[in-house]
């Protein structure tokens, strides 16, 4: 029975080594993938002109100026936009206070005689701005906020600003003078 017992270890232990060697003869293969690539896009918001897009000498009530500017999205991302106007710091009363500014989009003829003649209102009437600054155009906080803009990708928009003293304007605004700053800010609209 020892014999018997001995005989089957051995017919085992050979069996399991057979068993071992044929699992280790496999035909194996691999293959890769490379050049996986990832980029970002881009946000990038200009405007034409860059500078004094509303200006204007001499005012009496009455007088307006309107002036056409383009807002254009050259970024690779659709993207949103707000704009904050800042004035500086001025007497009490403040001529920027006084001033009355509104924006359009859609208007075809953005000159004096153009401007009431079509085109949809985003900003009217206002102060021209505050040195703390006036939202003219949407918020520029994160997110999507009432009145903010969007542009797609490699678009671009007109939109028409008129300024104008008010007729009623009286005596204590002679002889002041207002400077504005118009801030676009943007943001992607993608996951935000």
């Known amino acids: 029975m020892v014999k018997k017992l001995a005989a089957t270890a051995i017919v085992l232990g050979l069996l399991a080594?057979?068993?071992?060697?044929?699992?280790?003869?496999?035909f194996t293969d691999t293959a890769s993938v490379p050049s996986n690539s990832f980029s970002t896009g881009t946000v990038d918001i200009s405007t034409s002109p860059i500078s004094a897009l509303v200006t204007f000498s001499n005012m009496a009530p009455g007088d307006q100026v309107t002036a056409p500017i383009t807002v254009s999205n050259s970024g690779s991302l659709e993207l949103r936009y707000a704009v904050t106007s800042t004035t500086g710091i001025e007497a009490v009363p403040s001529l920027a206070a006084q001033l009355d500014l509104t924006i359009k989009s859609g208007v075809t003829n953005c000159t004096n005689a153009g401007f009431g003649a079509d085109g949809t209102v985003i900003y009217s009437p206002g102060d021209l701005g505050s040195p703390a600054g006036v939202n003219v155009i949407g918020n520029p906080a994160q997110g999507a906020q009432a009145g903010d803009r969007t542009l797609a990708a490699s678009a671009n928009e007109v939109l028409c600003f008129n300024v104008s003293l008010p007729l009623s304007t009286g005596n204590t605004y002679q002889g002041m003078t207002s400077t504005?700053?118009?801030?676009?800010?943007?943001?992607?609209t993608k996951n935000n």
Do not use: G, I, V
């Open 180 to 188: 504005a700053t118009f801030a676009f800010q943007a943001e992607q």
């Open 17 to 26: 080594t057979l068993m071992s060697m044929s699992a280790l003869a496999l």
